[in-house]
């Protein structure tokens, strides 16, 4: 039994698994740590051709996805799944962010309502209690590309996916240890020059000591200057 599993509404269901097959991910999948279903949308229209949308009332430009077709889509999808949460991606969703996708995980069952057009029935949403979620300010041309994002943020965390739990403890966004709350530091690896740049001396001393100060400094600098808002946020915490 897979330790999480993905139902995925979407007109184009080609797109998945797409990149999640792939890398660590994609092995995971094979070996059914985690699960994806995928349900075409049109499948569930019943008209002869398939229509899946149509105009909004009120007016104003584009398409909207139609509240019985979806029905039928997610009535099939949700069938004997209790206490599955439901999510709709759209850019007006509440923005994810690493501590969603640690709640996210808790969950055995995702359904994910892909939108396209300009989105979808509002009373379907109402009756469905779908929850939005958007993955930024910019704009996609539909919710597939963004429910990847979403399910690979997920599947990383689940246990056997990322061979070394160690990886997973010193993140940017994680919560615990030194660099917690802060980007990280700059890598180096071989060959110690190269086209005429030296890693940093530091690096090379096997003083461990020094080394963690250096990385804290650099941690703390990069931060500072890309990202006020984390910056804030890790002074707020660290009190400094
Ligand atoms: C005219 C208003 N537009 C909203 C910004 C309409 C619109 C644009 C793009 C409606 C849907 C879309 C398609 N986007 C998604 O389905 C989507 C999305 C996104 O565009 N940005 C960030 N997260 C997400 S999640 C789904």
């Known amino acids: 039994m897979p330790l999480m599993s993905f139902t995925l509404l979407t007109i184009f269901p080609e797109m998945f ?12 999948l094979a070996e059914g740590i985690w699960g994806l279903d995928v ?45 599955e949460r439901l999510l709709y991606m759209s850019p007006r969703g509440r923005p ?40 930024g300010d910019y704009v996609l041309s ?17 246990p056997g996916v990322i061979g070394e739990p160690l990886a997973l403890e010193e993140e940017s966004f994680g919560d615990a240890g030194e660099y917690a709350g802060l980007l990280e530091y700059p890598l180096y690896t071989r060959p110690a020059e190269w086209n005429g740049r030296k890693v940093p001396e ?25 990202r006020e808002d984390l910056w804030e946020r890790y002074k707020a915490v660290k009190k400094t």
Request: glycine share 10%; charged share 30%; hydrophobic share 40%.
């Open 17 to 28: 698994p797409g990149p999640l097959g792939h890398s660590l991910a994609g092995r995971a």
């Open 39 to 83: 349900l075409n949308i049109r499948d569930f229209a019943t008209d002869k051709h398939h229509t899946v949308d149509d105009r909004p009332f009120g007016g104003g430009a584009g398409m909207v996805m139609r509240a019985d077709v979806l029905d039928a889509a997610l009535t099939a999808a949700r069938a004997g799944k209790e206490g």
């Open 96 to 135: 994810l962010t690493q501590k969603a996708v640690k709640s996210l995980v808790n969950y055995k069952n995702l359904t994910i309502l892909c939108g396209r057009f300009e989105g979808v029935d509002e009373r379907l949403l109402e009756a469905h209690g779908a929850e939005e979620v958007s993955i």
């Open 142 to 158: 539909g919710g597939e590309l963004a429910a990847l994002v979403l399910i690979d943020a997920c599947i990383r965390l689940l």
């Open 202 to 226: 530091v690096l090379l001393s096997g003083n461990h000591e020094e080394i963690r100060r250096w990385r804290l400094e650099e941690a703390r600098r990069i931060t500072q200057e890309r």
